[in-house]
């Protein structure tokens, strides 16, 4: 798959509508307030090019004029390509200063720690199976 550049707005909209899963664009507007304001017209405007792109699809609610947005992608693929974007533009392509950052901002819990250590462990025996393969 070829990766396109999504702008911000698009990826904040699109990232919103992969935790809600399926909105109305006032859902959506009113999810986004806290971080990231926009008028209604503006969202609506986001979800029509990301519909354009065959990033979201969109079907009638079953009451009012209102329609229901749903994305068409998995949530991996759209994080994907937010955290690529984010570790390239702010930490230079440095994936573990962007992970103790995140770290250092909000320390994990107990319960946190103990799947981060089953992810380390799962992502050593994956790279010790790649470099047994060179």
Known sequence: M?????PEAELDVLACLQ???EATARDIGEAL???RPMAHGSVVTLLKRLEAKSLVTKRKAPTGKAFLYRPTRSVKTTYHHLLKRIRQRVFGGDSVALVASLYESKPPT???????????????????REGGKK
């Open 2 to 6: 070829v990766e396109r550049k999504i």
């Open 19 to 21: 935790r809600l899963r």
């Open 33 to 35: 307030h806290g971080y």
């Open 110 to 128: 107990a319960e946190e720690l103990v799947e981060l250590e089953r992810l380390l462990e799962g992502l050593k025996n994956a790279s010790s």
